[in-house]
Structure formats: C-alpha cells, structure tokens
C-alpha cells in the first residue's frame, strides 16, 4: 500500500480531488489498483507487490509563503511520482512529485546532451533555485506543530517547499525542452543533424547508407529522418469552402484526410465519397498538397457508423467487414494518397473489445491489405492515448508501448508509429501535461521502437467545454485555455514535436471549429479557425513554425 498526506494553503486538505490517477510500475506500464482519498491521506491499494508511482492531476499554485514565494504557476497539470516502495509510513505528495520532475530534469539534461550548459545559464539557475528549495523541504518535514497543523508526522511548511520546488523543477524541465527544441528545429530544417547522422553511420559502417532513408546512430534516440519534418492539418469533409482553402494554400506541407467511418458508409453497403472527393482532388490538382488518409479504422464512438455495432459480438463477420471496407477505401484512394493510418487505438480495446489475438489480427489485415493493393505507399499505424493510464483499469486493453513492440515482432511491417497528442479535452487520456513530459514519451517511444515517428493528431482547445464532469476535469497549460493561450501552447509544443530528428511530421488536429461545439469528432473549440471562419491566433502559430522553417532552409541553401 501507498499512501501520501496532502495539505492546502490553511493546512491538512480535508477534501482533494483524485483526478486521471493511476498507478504505475517498471517501464512505465500502468498497474491495477484503487487510488482514493480516505482519512486525510490519498491511499493507493496496488495488485502488485513491487514498487510504484502514482500518476494523478495535481495544482501545484503560485506559492506567497514566507521564504517558499514562487510568483508563476505551471498550471492544473497531471504529474507523476518516482517508483517508492510500499511503506506502512505515509510520503508527502508534493515532495515526491518533485523528487520525480527533479529526476526527469537531470535525465534529460544528459539525454540532450547539455550538461556543457554554463552554470551561470538562465535554465541551471532555476533549476538550482528548485534543487535548494527540494534540500529544505527535506530538512522541514519533521518540523514541530505551527498555527498550520500538521499531518502523517509532515509539516504545513514543508508542503509549501516541495510545492514550490515542484514549481520551480517544472519551468526549468520546460525551459530546458524549449532551449533543445530550439536546437534541433534549426538542425532539422537545414538537415545539419542527418548529414552528421550519414558521417556518423558511414564511419561505423566503412560505408554510406541509402540516400534519403531514416538511418539510426548511437548518439540520437530513435531515427534520424532526413529534411524538416512536415506541418498539416486535418480537414474534415464536410467542411468545404474558398476560405478554408485559402488559409490552407501555402500555409500547410500536407492535408490529411480522416476517412472516419460513419462519414464513408453511412448506411452498410452505401458509400459517400463526394465530400472527400472534392478535399483531395482540389489538394492534389489545385494546391498540389500530399495527402494523408486516415484512420481508417478506428473503433471509437465518434467514428464509427450505428449499423455496424450488429457484428460486435461477432469478430469472424466483423473482420470480412473490416476486410472489405479496406479494400474499398484503399482501391478509391490509392492515385490520390501518398500515406495511410491505417487503424487507430485498436490497443485501447473500448466500445467494440477484442481478444488479444483478435487485436493482432486486425492490425495485420489493415496493414496487409494496403500493402497489396498501394505498395508504394507509405503505412503507419496510430497510438492513441500513449501514456496507457486506460490499462490500470481494462485488462482486456494492452499497453500502448507493449502493443507497439508486439506488432513488430509479429512480423507486421509498418513504416511510421503515430501517436495522439491532445490534451485539454474532458475525454480519457487527454487530460493536459507539461511540454517536458511530452518530450520525454516521444523519446521514449522512438528509442523502443526504433521508427520514424508521426504526431498525428495534436491539440488543445481556445477555451474550455462548457459542460464536463469533474472527474474528467482536463486542466490546463499555466493558465485556463483561451486562444492566447491556445497558441502559445501550440507554438512551444509544435516546435517540441519539430525538432525531434525521429518526427516525421504533426499535424493539428481540425482546422475549423464546429458548430455546435460538440459536434466535433475530436475536441471542442480544437480548430484553427472559429465557427464563424476567422482565423484564431493559433492558426498563425502553426503556420509561423512552418515559415521558420523553410525560411531556415532556404537561408542554409543560399549560404553554401
């Protein structure tokens, strides 16, 4: 058993909101158990006897008391413990939290190689600032009784250090993702860290390797793609208008096409392709834009026609289903598209459920199927919810990472994983994390799998939903979601997902808000443009990362 004491600015908290928690073991891989507030203390029943973190939504504050003031805040953020063993004697929540970011710090700072970073550089002075405050709140845990009370043998003041060390731990692990993505974006768009990548790899291998082909070398995470990863958007089909291909055109390296389910059959046996007709031939014939398609099989509610819930008890019809809608789309589509998703979240196993076999074998008859009929295309196969907190409670789900690898090792070749990004949706799994944990996942997800990697979905709302329940309270990035705030999110977070040498591009999420706000398939208020056509300020944060880039490109060319 685990169990943490938590505390308020009064004193011992009375109440707290367990929110996105989730127990987790080795590797990161969710573990089953009850995770609950009861008697003053958050307590945490586990299944397995090894140790454990716990990953919950946690409001760290601007932080005004005596000697712990911190001015700024990270925001409603879900964060994450280190591994702690079973104790009969209660951990201080906030100090763990920031015994884990402080670690992640120091990870990433050798991961990134820049420990070379001067100690007198903005970012190690904030951290140093974060570590000497962690020191005191160590040293203040058993300090007597003050006007705050105390709880579980911890006092109020040593809460109030470790929350402003967590504070402070947050924004310099930020700061430190955002110094490294400057880096590497201006490495990538000028492909400087692919050509040293081709040394690298013809040094160790005494020759050169294929032109323009992913290469892997020791001192990088995952691939290394050649050229500046790619910017898009997704387009749904009904939304077709000059204005959206007027802010489209010249502003985006590609379109993708979502090809949901329940938009191309409507009714079984009757297909609707007019409005993803006109999308992709004026993409390809008029604003000659590459074309992403898909998913197209993707399970989730919001995707999938009614009539085809007939067959979900019945997997041996479902997959002649699933097998004919494939070669459907494929064969319509294969002049026109240049890469597919072809399934999403089948790992998630939610709304239709899968054996493990079942899971498997639909993913190779996706992949399979466009390798026959579109051989030169390219295949990537979609990851959503890539933290996998859904494991902790469906045992019949797999791990998102764990799901990957088996794929591999069954022999199913696809080119490209592509992981779902969102967060600010009151949806499972899409709950909002800083942008230092982000980049951490993706390097993870890279260095197992050894793939080029697609962000293929990422977003975050301009302002929150109107209606949600608390327990599905999604957070927010330092302050609630606005359009500032929307684009200032989508710049820091775009230009992460950029300078990964492994990403072969992102791709936001909708391009128009829908109207009504739930209608959307994806996230409310998620576009870059409003309901009424104008764009957000986040459209010109997408489109400005993309600008940078070729500028920085073009700027390396005319130099040599």
Not at 84 to 107: G, T
Not at 352 to 358: E, L, R, Y
Request: aromatic share 8%; glycine share 6%.
């Amino acid at each position: 058993m685990l169990r943490f004491v938590v505390f308020d600015q009064d004193g011992p908290a009375s109440d707290f909101a367990i929110r996105h928690a989730h127990l987790f073991g080795t590797d990161d891989v969710p573990i089953q158990g009850e995770v609950r507030f009861e008697g003053g203390l958050i307590v945490c029943d586990k299944t397995a006897k090894e140790a454990a973190g716990l990953s919950l939504q946690f409001e760290p504050g601007a932080i005004t008391a005596d000697d712990a003031t911190v001015e700024f805040a990270p925001g409603l953020l879900t964060l994450r413990t280190c591994l702690l063993p079973s104790s009969e004697e209660p951990y201080l929540l906030a100090l763990e939290l920031a015994r884990h970011r402080i670690m992640l710090f120091l990870n990433k700072l050798e991961d990134w190689q820049l420990v070379d970073l001067p100690t007198d550089h903005p970012v190690l002075v904030l951290f140093e600032r974060a570590r000497a405050t962690f020191t005191r709140a160590l040293v203040a845990q058993r300090e007597p009784n003050d006007e705050h009370g105390n709880r579980g043998g911890y006092a109020w003041h040593a809460d109030q250090l470790s929350r402003a060390s967590l504070t402070l731990a947050i924004e310099a692990s930020e700061q430190l993702a955002k110094l490294y993505a400057e880096r590497m974006v201006e490495q990538r768009a000028t492909n400087a860290i692919y050509r040293k990548a081709v040394e690298i790899y013809t040094a160790a291998a005494s020759e050169a390797p294929p032109a323009d082909v992913p290469i892997i070398v020791p001192s990088t995470p995952g691939v290394v793609m050649p050229g500046r990863p790619q910017v898009g958007v997704s387009v749904g089909p009904q939304q077709f208008d000059e204005n959206l291909q007027r802010v489209l055109s010249g502003s985006m390296d590609f379109i993708t096409m979502p090809m949901r389910w329940r938009d191309m059959e409507p009714k079984e046996g009757s297909y609707s392709f007019g409005p993803t007709d006109r999308w992709i031939e004026w993409a390809v014939r008029k604003a000659k834009l590459p074309v992403t398609a898909g998913p197209v099989i993707d399970f989730r509610r919001s995707c999938i026609p009614e009539w085809i819930y007939i067959w979900e008890n019945d997997y041996e019809t479902l997959r002649d289903v699933v097998y004919e809608h494939m070669k459907h789309i494929v064969t319509r589509y294969r002049r026109t598209v240049k890469r597919w998703t072809v399934a999403s979240g089948l790992h998630v196993n939610t709304n239709f459920t899968f054996s493990f076999d079942q899971m498997m074998d639909l993913t190779r008859v996706c992949v399979l199927m466009v390798r026959k009929l579109h051989p030169s295309a390219r295949v990537q196969l979609e990851i959503t919810q890539p933290w996998g907190e859904y494991y902790s409670y469906n045992r019949r789900s797999r791990p998102p990472m764990l799901y990957a690898e088996m794929v591999s090792q069954a022999g199913i070749s696809v080119d490209s994983y592509a992981l779902r990004l969102q967060c600010g949706s009151p949806s499972e799994g899409l709950s909002t994390r800083d942008l230092a944990s982000v980049s951490d996942l993706l390097d993870r997800y890279a260095q197992r799998l050894e793939k080029p990697i697609s962000v293929t979905c990422v977003g975050a709302p301009s302002k929150a939903s109107a209606a949600q329940a608390d327990a599905l309270e999604p957070g927010y990035w330092r302050s609630p979601w606005s359009e500032p705030q929307q684009a200032d999110w989508a710049k820091a977070f775009l230009e992460i997902c950029a300078g990964k040498p492994y990403v072969h591009g992102v791709c936001w999420q909708d391009v128009i808000d829908h109207d009504p706000p739930e209608s959307s398939p994806e996230m409310p208020f998620g576009g870059l443009l409003g309901a009424d056509g104008m764009p957000k300020p986040v459209a010109g944060a997408v489109a400005g990362l993309r600008k940078q880039m070729r500028e920085m490109a073009a700027s390396a060319k005319s130099a040599v």
